[in-house]
């Protein structure tokens, strides 16, 4: 059983509608912000899936110092505000220092804190501490028992609102493989478990100053991380994943999500009638 987590109008957790985390995974600009927020929120609606809208304002973890990086703090809180006030959808973007988490606070619903900085205690603390929801992506060299750790560092601030991100582990050089295993031995914490389907399949540094990707892979991945009990899913998505100006070549379409969410609807929904048929 995982603690349902408040985020808006909905909660996270057993007993409630598979949550989808999804955007670009950098905000390019205003419109094409509002147009993916609004895409998603009619096709999870469609589907009584609840949806949460993701998009960084500054990516501080590129490859390269030539990558973008996104349009910075203010103006991406304030395209991050204009998408929770005229398409009606939580928000939730990464922040990277103490004083970041203060300020996004006053924006977003759920504050993120980066894989490479899962460990760092004095932002997990500071983002705790405001209160918000924090959403923790595991760090690819941590182990799945490690994210007790994590959680204990949040809770240290009386904040129980708390979610945890799989994304992958290392693996060798410039790869990434996903355990199922950690999926459940994360779980059993209390917390739900959201599966990041596309950073997974990321290739972190191989694509000569970038990150390159296995885009095919997300979608299986995302099904397997379903039917194994997740409480939702993360994803980047784009209209034009090849044009797109950051991770582009493990971001899904707006076209190929709007059916993958379908799939994950259904998948779901067998997952959650099996665990109401042992509690009953």
């Given at each position: 059983?995982?603690?349902?987590?408040?985020i808006?109008?909905?909660?996270?957790?057993?007993?409630?509608?598979?949550?989808?985390?999804?955007?670009?995974?950098?905000?390019?600009?205003?419109?094409?912000?509002?147009?993916?927020?609004?895409?998603?929120?009619?096709?999870?609606?469609?589907?009584?899936?609840?949806?949460?809208?993701?998009?960084?304002?500054?990516?501080?973890?590129r490859?390269?110092?030539?990558?973008?990086?996104?349009?910075?703090?203010?103006?991406?809180?304030?395209?991050?505000?204009?998408?929770?006030?005229?398409?009606g959808?939580?928000?939730?973007?990464?922040?990277?220092?103490?004083?970041?988490a203060?300020?996004?606070?006053?924006?977003?619903?759920?504050?993120?804190?980066?894989?490479?900085?899962?460990r760092?205690?004095?932002?997990?603390q500071?983002?705790?501490?405001?209160g918000?929801?924090?959403?923790?992506?595991?760090?690819?060299?941590?182990?799945?028992?490690?994210?007790?750790?994590?959680?204990?560092?949040?809770t240290?601030?009386?904040?129980e609102?708390?979610?945890?991100?799989?994304?992958?582990?290392?693996?060798?050089?410039?790869?990434?493989?996903?355990?199922m295993?950690?999926?459940?031995?994360?779980r059993?914490?209390?917390?739900?478990v959201?599966?990041?389907?596309?950073?997974?399949?990321?290739?972190?540094?191989?694509?000569?100053?970038?990150?390159?990707?296995?885009?095919?892979?997300?979608?299986?991945?995302?099904?397997?991380a379903?039917?194994?009990g997740?409480?939702?899913?993360?994803?980047?998505v784009?209209?034009?994943?090849?044009?797109?100006?950051?991770?582009?070549?493990?971001?899904?379409?707006?076209?190929?999500?709007?059916?993958?969410?379908?799939?994950?609807?259904?998948?779901?929904?067998?997952v959650?009638?099996?665990?109401?048929?042992?509690?009953?």
């Amino acid at each position: 059983m995982t603690k349902p987590v408040p985020i808006g109008s909905f909660s996270c957790g057993d007993g409630h509608p598979l949550l989808i985390i999804a955007g670009p995974c950098v905000i390019e600009d205003r419109a094409l912000v509002l147009d993916v927020a609004s895409f998603m929120k009619e096709r999870t609606s469609e589907l009584g899936l609840s949806y949460v809208f993701k998009s960084s304002y500054d990516k501080g973890n590129r490859t390269s110092i030539d990558s973008f990086r996104g349009p910075g703090l203010d103006k991406g809180l304030a395209i991050l505000h204009a998408v929770r006030e005229e398409v009606g959808v939580p928000v939730i973007s990464d922040v990277h220092s103490v004083e970041e988490a203060r300020i996004a606070a006053d924006v977003l619903d759920i504050i993120q804190i980066p894989a490479l900085l899962s460990r760092q205690t004095d932002l997990i603390q500071a983002a705790a501490l405001t209160g918000k929801v924090i959403n923790v992506k595991k760090g690819q060299f941590l182990a799945p028992l490690d994210i007790e750790h994590v959680i204990k560092k949040i809770t240290s601030e009386r904040n129980e609102k708390i979610l945890i991100t799989e994304r992958g582990s290392s693996f060798g050089y410039n790869n990434l493989v996903v355990d199922m295993r950690a999926l459940p031995l994360m779980r059993a914490f209390g917390y739900p478990v959201i599966f990041d389907a596309t950073h997974s399949i990321q290739l972190p540094g191989a694509g000569k100053g970038k990150s390159g990707g296995q885009r095919e892979l997300a979608e299986p991945l995302a099904r397997a991380a379903v039917a194994a009990g997740v409480d939702g899913v993360f994803m980047e998505v784009h209209p034009d994943p090849d044009r797109a100006l950051c991770d582009g070549p493990n971001s899904l379409s707006t076209e190929r999500c709007a059916v993958l969410l379908g799939i994950l609807k259904e998948i779901d929904m067998i997952v959650k009638q099996e665990k109401e048929e042992v509690r009953q």
